[in-house]
C-alpha cells in the first residue's frame, strides 16, 4: 500500500508545527481569519504588499541558522507598506518545503512572529506545504503577505507632495538586508559563510515603529511634511527613488554623509564593481529614505534613529545624481 506519507507527505508533521506555532500566534488555525478596521479613519484606504526574501535562504539553511530568517520576510513586506504611509493591520506567511523539519520550520515562524510583535502586528494565517519532489531536502522557501490601512487624506502617493528643495533623510539599514544574495554568494566562498555568518545573516531592520511615529507627529491636519518614502531594496538608490519621484525631478544624493559599513566595500572590492553599479544593487547602509519639507528635516533626524541627511531634491529629469559632500 502507498498512502500519503509513504509518498512523501506527512500530515501528522504539519499538524504538529500548527500545534506548536499557536504557542505564540493564537489567531491561526482556522481555514481564514478576519480583524475589524480599526476606529479613528475618516476614509480608511486597505493597502497590501508581498515579497520574499530570496537567496539569503541558501545561507540560512547551509549554515543551519533558522531564527532570524523570519526578521527578513516580515522587514521585506513591512517595510514596502509603511511607505505608503500605512499601519499594517496584519501577516501572512507562505512556508513551502520537500519534507517538513518540524524544529526548522518552528524557528522560521517563531522568529515571523517575533518581528511581527517589534511591529504591533498580527500573524493572522499562514501555510505550510510540503511538496516532495519539487524542493532537495534540508531546502524550504518563504513568501509574506501584509496588509495594512492608511486614511485618504494621510496616504502617501508616488508622484505627489515633493518638491524641488526637499530634503533626504537617510535610515540606516542593519547591514544587507535581503537584496544581492546571488551577488554576495558569488563573492563570498562558501567556506567563509560561517565565520562572516553575523554579518550576511544579520535579519532586517523593521522601520515600522519609527516611521509610523515620524509620519504621526510630522503630518499633522492636512501638513505633508514628510513627502514620501522609499525602501531601498533589490535596485538600490538608482532604480528605487525615481519610483516616487515626479518626472520633472530627480535626487541629488551626498556621497560621504553617511558611513558605507565594512561589507559593502569589501564586496566592492572582491567584485571588482563600479561604485554605480554597487549603488544600483545594494543599500549601501541606508535601508530607507523618508523625503521631507526642509523645514522638518531636523525634527525626522531626532525621530529616526541614526538618520542623516544624505541629499536634496533637484529639477531635472527623474532620476538619482551622485556628487561628492559639499558639492
Known sequence: MINYKKAGVDIDAGNELVRRIKRFAPLIGGFSDGLPLPKGYREPILVGCTDGVGTKLVLAQLLGIHHTIGYDLVGMNVNDLICTGAKPLFFLDYFACGKLNVDEAEKVVKGISNALRDCDCPLLGGETAEMPGFYKPGEYDLAGFAVGVVDRRKKLNPGKNIR????????????????????????????????????????TRLYVREVLNC?????????????????????????????????????????????????????????????????????????????????????????????????????????????????
Open 215 to 327: 509620519l504621526k507627529k510630522l503630518n499633522k491636519g492636512n501638513k505633508m511634511e514628510v513627502r514620501g518614502l522609499v525602501h531601498v531594496t533589490g535596485g538600490g538608490f538608482t532604480d528605487n527613488i525615481p519610483r516616487i519621484f515626479p518626472k520633472n525631478l530627480r535626487a541629488r544624493i551626498y556621497i560621504g554623509t553617511w558611513k558605507i559599513p565594512p561589507v559593502f566595500w569589501e564586496i566592492q572590492k572582491r567584485a571588482k564593481m563600479p561604485w554605480d553599479e554597487m549603488f544600483r544593487t545594494l543599500n549601501m547602509g541606508v535601508g530607507m529614505i523618508a523625503v521631507l519639507s526642509p523645514r522638518s528635516a531636523g525634527k525626522a533626524l531626532h525621530l529616526l534613529k541614526g538618520s542623516r541627511i544624505i541629499g536634496e531634491v533637484e529639477k531635472g529629469p527623474r532620476g538619482v545624481r551622485f556628487v561628492s559632500h559639499g558639492r
Open 164 to 203: 524641488a528643495g526637499d530634503i533626504l533623510v537617510g535610515i540606516p539599514s542593519s547591514g544587507l538586508h535581503s537584496n544581492g544574495y546571488s551577488l554576495v554568494r558569488k563573492v563570498f566562498p562558501k567556506n567563509e559563510w560561517r565565520k562572516k555568518a553575523k554579518t550576511l545573516l544579520a535579519p
